[in-house]
């Protein structure tokens, strides 16, 4: 078995219980015109004890799949988000 992927991303949603939504970035090179483009995936991630809060960062690690959508568990919260997050600023969502 290979090894098991890990991301960090923003917490986007933590409306669902034990279940955060979870956005990562990266970068990669256009194959035709070489310009570097922004590009992002969204997860769903199992957080057993509700820890992540929308705004945090956070790493997920993969996992057994554990519903549907969920393939992935919280393994830390990076960053706290600063008290006023009701917000996220444009470039997240």
């Not at 310009?35 to 057993?48: G, S």
């Amino acid at each position: 078995m290979g090894k098991q992927k890990e991301f960090t991303g923003i917490v986007i949603s933590d409306k669902m219980q034990k279940t955060v939504v979870v956005k990562t970035m990266h970068l990669a090179r256009h194959a035709k015109y070489s310009k570097t483009v922004k590009l992002h995936n969204k997860f769903k991630a199992h957080d057993e004890k509700g820890i992540a809060k929308t705004g945090d960062t956070v790493c997920i690690m993969e996992t057994r799949p554990l519903s549907k959508d969920k393939r992935f568990i919280v393994k830390a919260v990076v960053k706290k988000a600063q008290k006023s997050s009701a917000a996220l600023p444009e470039e997240i969502v």
